[in-house]
């Protein structure tokens, strides 16, 4: 018997000393591969340090859930996580009544409070992009993907890189290990961005061969020749590539949202293409005669005026367009939030969190200015506002119409244009699909399950279910009563006990992966970076930065007069 407790002791320490070493071993080797990810964007992104778990065990206690599939908030509910996964869902009381414990989960290795918060799955951004410290907008990815977490996103669409889809799906990767602080990434790289034009449909094919080679999950277009469309389309189709396209006036003409979803586009961004499908006694926008595409003022001050050139509401050519939409199974991505400022400039520039959370770079790149894109108001007029102010209004009410009869729409911000703000313009697009007709809870739903459904994701994300991965955010307030409360700066409320306006809201704890961030911190350390550059360059923390351009001294590079 002792011979046999010896042998099995020793057989015991040989599977233990085993599996310590394949342990640490994987984990090398893990290492060593992300050194080499990280090296191939030349350490653009930091390692991840923010964050903790996963757990075995993390209980989220005592919030009302708002599961994202439509249905009413419920609870309070206890959530288990068992490393990245959800697998239970408990009712365990009744609101304004005391929870007893032996109705609930058992103790968790980390457990939050979320008594009397809300419970929401992660929000999908369905149009985004990851600028870089080089171009434009001069802002780092660390800087975006904390402003995306630190308003809950948990995923987001990339659908144009500047720097081209090598450094996306890098940061893809990365993000999919959970070695950098950051959403996860869907990869629609930009068909255009290719070193050599793309002029045959051989061409073409080849292109989309390349990105499904390299591991991309879709692509986006802005417009091409017909035969080069139709061929990239066809090949996306056949390799099973998901497809999205801004329809860029320079080929709407025969490439509106129509012609392409008949060759087997699956998404729409913003709302180009769609309007010119819709007019009924002209075939081409009726363009001013100076006008040049190029001159972004002109681009965008037309573009306001194009839905009143569409059928009206309601009428044979508006149904009949809506109804093959609907047939085809086509998605609206309308990103109304990149729009705000063309029907409002003063409210874009002057929102608070501009004062805290916006860079001076990226400042500077939203001035006006004739060689930057969306830098567009030269002279803006009020009557480009109020054309803009009526454009929203029927196309929210196509959008609204198009939700109500079936069809997919999903929320994306495409912020860092236009005085919209990473994550900030997120919540922006929230509201705006309120105002356009939906429901709160509809609005919930387009930012997560129809995001998810459009990304491919369904399975893993989107809705918050047993078996689902745990990409979940918690928020302090209501955000069916209030999508304001979402804000990273909160809403001012007034404390009736008090008579004292207070700030409440905001996201208090997101979740991806299972690996739990302080949101409010995240945004803490967003706050400090914008703080630091602003004493680089000279501009007082202590006003507004002002949209008109600021004089620099020359040898001291400070600014003369201040921002």
């Known amino acids: 018997m002792t011979l046999l407790s010896k042998a099995f002791a020793s057989f015991l320490l040989t ?128 800087y975006i993907f904390k402003l995306w977490l630190g308003h809950g996103i948990t995923t987001v669409r990339e659908v144009y890189d500047d720097r081209g889809e090598d450094r996306t799906l890098v940061l893809k990767e990365l993000s999919q290990r959970n070695a950098i602080t950051a959403p996860r990434i869907s990869v629609f790289p930009f068909f255009g961005a290719v070193k050599d034009p793309i002029t045959t449909p051989e061409q073409a094919r080849k292109r989309v061969e390349s990105l499904k080679s390299k591991g991309a999950d879709g692509i986006k277009f802005m417009g091409a020749k017909e035969d080069i469309m139709a061929a990239a389309l066809g090949e996306a189709e056949r390799l099973g590539l998901d497809t999205t396209m801004h329809h860029a006036q320079l080929d709407v003409v025969h490439a509106n949202v129509l012609d392409t979803s008949a060759m087997g586009l699956d ?86 969190w501009h004062y805290q959370y916006t860079m001076p770079n990226l ?87 129809e995001g998810s459904k459009v990304l491919k994701m369904s399975d893993d994300i989107g809705t918050l279910h047993v078996g689902k991965k745990a990409d979940i955010i918690i928020v302090d307030e209501n955000p069916i009563h209030n999508l304001k409360s979402l804000y990273g700066t909160g809403v001012p409320k007034l404390n009736d006990k008090t008579n004292i306006v207070e700030r409440v809201g905001g996201v208090r704890w997101t979740i991806k992966d299972g690996i739990v961030y302080d ?7 967003v706050r400090e970076m914008v703080l630091e550059q602003k004493k680089q360059q000279g501009i007082s923390p202590d006003i507004p930065m002002t949209v008109e351009t600021p004089q620099y001294n020359s040898q001291s590079k400070t600014i003369v007069k201040s921002d």
């Open 15 to 142: 599977v233990i000393a085993t599996t310590i070493i394949l342990t640490i071993s994987a984990r090398l080797s893990a290492a060593t591969s992300n050194e080499k990810l990280f090296k191939q964007i030349n350490d653009e992104v930091p390692k991840r340090t923010e964050g903790e778990g996963t757990y075995d065990r993390l209980v989220i206690r005592g919030g009302y859930v708002v599961d994202g599939t439509g249905a009413p908030p419920y609870g309070p509910t206890d959530i288990v996580i068992e490393q990245n996964r959800i697998t239970q869902i408990k009712v365990v009381g009744f609101p304004g009544l005391p929870i007893e414990d032996n109705n609930r989960p058992e103790k968790g290795s980390r457990e939050i409070d979320a008594h009397g918060k809300y419970i929401l799955p992660g929000f999908i951004d369905a149009h985004s992009h990851i600028h870089n410290v080089n171009d434009g907008q001069k802002v780092s990815p660390e």
């Open 267 to 352: 998404c729409m961004e913003h709302w180009y293409g769609l309007p010119e499908a819709l007019f009924e006694d002209q075939v081409i926008q009726n363009y001013p005669s100076n006008y040049i595409y190029n001159n972004e003022q002109d681009r965008f001050s037309q573009a306001g005026r194009l839905w009143k050139q569409a059928a009206k509401p309601g009428s044979k050519r508006w149904n009949y367009v809506m109804d093959t939409l609907l047939e085809r199974d086509f998605c609206l991505s309308p990103t109304f939030t990149i729009y705000l400022a063309s029907r409002d400039l003063m409210r874009a520039y002057t929102a608070e």
């Open 363 to 449: 400042w500077q790149f939203y001035r006006a200015n004739r060689a930057e894109h969306g830098a567009y108001f030269f002279n803006w007029t009020t009557e480009d506002e109020v054309e803009w102010k009526n454009n929203f209004k029927l196309w929210m009410q196509f959008v609204n119409e198009y939700k109500n009869k079936g069809g997919t729409v999903v929320a994306g911000s495409d912020t860092g244009y236009i005085y919209s703000l990473y994550g900030f313009g997120y919540i922006q697009e929230l509201e705006l699909l309120q105002e356009a007709g939906f429901h709160p809870l509809e609005v919930i739903r387009a930012a997560t399950k």
């Open 519 to 525: 949101a409010k911190k995240l945004l803490a350390e």
